[in-house]
């Protein structure tokens, strides 16, 4: 066999696997919308099923022998041999046993996690969080080589990044993010909203700002579903949002934030469809795009003076007198116990505390025990407030009965991403805010696809961001930023 | 390998295998119902990915040994072996070259026959359809082994009924229905509905008849589609339903329809879940439930009182006077060209020359080019009007373009089961004329549920008739039911 064949063997391989994975991500989101209640139980020897498939061909010995023989000429060959090769080395050097351990002890878990967070008891949700650890521990020095054991697991969500670069980095953010939040929460705050805003209205101005950031329904669609997301590739890239009563702007920022991700792989170029480049290339550089389009445009003081016109349009007035105080309204920021309700200046705060603790934890140099009395103690340290519950506190996630261990601090560094590509788009864009002043985010959202969106898996994570920025990510500019639009905005 | 543990290993593999046709089926659903348009290309990928996965499995030499050696000891065990041992053979009998281009050849065919179908022209289909059967007489020798062609493809649909049974039945049914129809036409008809009918309340109505006849919606859901179907088995049962602004009839009756296939999967016993016993054990006995939901019940005098009611609560007056007036209207039969819009005294007219039609086809005692003058002239004879154009006539349906032959009679088949079912289910439940007047179904579902629906796959189609109706199934309890009912309703 040559090395040519090989290659195309292994792209036809491959690319009934990336259509079986398709299958079994609208399989997921089939579940968080339409699925009748009674099929749950259907669902999981459905899900099952699905995934042995996806595992036997993702351990196929063939893919072996044709990584061994093919080569690869451009670029974008190249780099779907690397995305290749590294699934396939990761996805073989887990012992079959131990990939079930996790998949039961994961299924089993969430229950206990669901209960005790329901129950506030963190004592009886330790002992499985201590197991899942282990096997999380097992699993990371069988593939770390004797390596970092956390770098391994976090290689799953953000392919070449590193702990101690992170933490390099949010050990930069954290004192100016916490002089920040203390600052702004001395200074006076604005009224929230105190009223009713009706469903069928914010669905309305929900679907009118997905178009506006450039989400093609024909390739996509809105649903509601208990929690947010977006799901698939390509052509077929579906989001959910949520209404609140009282909280008009969780449904539409929630919109704006999934139809960032919904964008960014909607914007993959069409060649790259079923391959290894099909897809945004890491978590990190996923949330860089959902965050520019939900804070640094979405949240903009240009582009919310259109959306107090389009929400007096819609929902006559509510109570907010003109643009600026409506900026201040959508921008307010307060202290909270939960990570998916808090704005711009305590987000990464809550990302970072859960960096540093998994971290230990990982390393063996947190027990389980003493968990719960360090994310109290570092909550506090923090946020100034004490934690009064552990369902405000170390139960509030899902991720680590999950075993999703690696994968916070992929949230933060999105942020610092934006950040910078915030920075290059503003030099490149300069009627940017007269546009978004507009409801006009067309440059914004093109030139975020042409520098970055339409590349998919061409580069490593990191590349991807000097590509489209054209300097070394780092977090000076989301700090910059954030710090100059909150002491603008609380006249600090 | 011990018999019993080829029969667990039998039983191992099918079930993943059933649980990946289930995700299969699924994707159908998603397909007619909520895909984005744009994602067709991307489908068809997905489903030609998954149709591999499920043809590797189905003819998985494993699967042969295991057949060999397994033995099963109750009732149950012995029919899931049944089933598979004649899918093992079905599918292994056909070269993958011929099932390879009998797929290329579906794909293709069904945008020439759209396209022939939307110009009226059906020398533009016929190369293609002539192909169609070409590739079907060679899959059918085969399967047949020596045996009749056009039986070995009825199988697929009906399992060991003959195309020599159907013929006789339905010589006995033609000209009993030829007089029906003409003495029907020669009378007084009532007129249609004449009026618009909203979308929403249809809609609501149509919910509501769902429930009426015992459809569970916490193991399925009602969305709109162009075609109306039902998709699915046990906990997961969806079916779709349209409107049609001036003619709700459509809307209900279909959504009956539908519910009649749902509630027999629904009603199979939740042991068969995931094996060979957990769905509906042929096309025919399926079709007697939807059509025994639909007519027997549905249209009759009794249930379309309480529907009435209904109606005029929805919609209020809508230019009936009375229940006795509503059920003529109901009832309306007509002359017209397309079988999924005729009622009970034309369908079988229609079915009955498909199938006379499509077994001269695979004998090869009728050659495409003169097809159409074949239809048209048996068209004129049975219904006595002359087709006005290809779409009124050779063209109007999918299923030659799709390759399935063998398929039509079974709807006639259904409605013939469906008589048989009805006769013994009147003596059963004598109180069922004065529950329908109620809009109660609760005793009728039962009793099909009971002696029909539960046990699934578990005896062959006809057995399962027998079983449930006590008799050998013949066509005169659904001739004596046509005719007593349109020569009361016509007053003949």
């Known amino acids: 066999m040559s090395a040519s064949s090989a290659f195309d063997a292994l792209m036809e391989f491959d690319r009934t696997t990336q259509a079986l994975a398709s299958v079994a991500g609208r399989t997921g989101w089939d579940q968080e919308t339409v699925m009748p209640e009674g099929a749950a139980a259907l669902r999981s020897e459905e899900m099952a099923a699905l995934e042995s498939v996806l595992h036997a061909r993702r351990t196929d010995p063939r893919l072996g022998e044709w990584l061994m023989k093919a080569e690869a000429s451009d670029e974008a060959d190249k780099a779907k041999l690397r995305h290749l090769k590294r ?18 002890h994961t299924s089993a878990g969430q229950g ?18 201590a197991r899942m650890i282990e096997l999380k521990r097992e699993e990371a020095a069988c593939l770390a080589a004797g390596g970092d054991l956390y770098d391994a697991l976090l290689d799953d969500y953000e392919p ?27 200074a006076d705050a604005p009224a929230p909203l105190d009223r009713e805003f009706d469903e069928a209205g ?17 390739r996509g669609r809105i649903d509601k579903a208990v ?11 579906r989001i959910t949002t949520r209404t609140s009563p009282r909280d008009p702007f969780n449904c539409f920022y929630s919109t704006v934030h999934e139809v960032g991700h919904a964008c960014y792989e909607q914007g993959v170029r069409d060649a790259y469809a079923l391959t290894p480049l099909g897809a945004g290339v890491s978590m990190g550089v996923h949330e860089s795009q959902s965050r520019i389009y939900e804070n640094q445009l979405g949240r903009s003081r240009a ?12 929902f006559g007035d509510f109570g907010v007198a003109d643009e600026d105080a409506f900026y201040k309204v959508v921008n307010r920021a307060s202290s909270g116990y ?37 994310w109290n103690a570092r909550f506090e340290a923090d946020f100034g407030v004490a934690v009064d519950k552990p369902s405000n506190g170390v139960l509030q996630d899902v991720h680590w009965s999950f075993g999703l261990f690696g994968y916070f601090p992929t949230y933060s560094l999105g942020n610092v991403y934006a950040g910078c590509l915030y920075q290059s788009l503003r030099k490149a864009v300069p009627s940017l805010d007269a546009d978004l002043a507009q409801g006009d985010t067309t440059k914004a959202t093109a030139w975020l696809r042409e520098h970055l969106q339409q590349y998919g898996g061409l580069r490593e994570p990191r590349d991807t961001i000097v590509h489209a920025c054209g300097f070394e990510p780092s977090e000076a500019p989301l700090l910059d930023y954030l710090e100059a639009k909150f002491e603008d905005l609380y006249a600090l």
């Open 87 to 104: 699934s396939f080395a990761r996805n073989t050097k887990i012992p079959e046993k131990l990939a079930t351990d996790i998949a039961r």
């Open 112 to 129: 206990i996690w669901a209960k005790a967070r329901a129950e506030d008891d963190f004592a009886s949700f330790a002992p499985t969080l």
């Open 160 to 186: 070449s990044m590193t702990g101690a670069e992170l933490q390099a980095m949010f050990d930069a953010m954290r004192p100016r993010l916490v002089d920040l939040r203390a600052r702004v929460l001395a």
């Open 202 to 218: 914010q669905m309305a101005l929900s679907s009118k700002l997905a178009a506006t950031f450039g989400y093609d329904l024909t």
């Open 227 to 237: 929690h947010p997301f977006s799901s698939g590739s390509g052509t077929d890239v």
């Open 303 to 314: 582009f919310t003076g259109w959306l107090y016109g389009q929400m007096r349009d819609q």
């Open 338 to 374: 939960i990570r998916t309700e808090a704005d711009e200046v305590h987000y990464n705060l809550h990302v970072m505390l859960r960096f540093d603790l998994e971290r230990q934890l990982i390393a063996g140099e947190l027990e389980v025990a003493d968990l719960e009395d360090a």
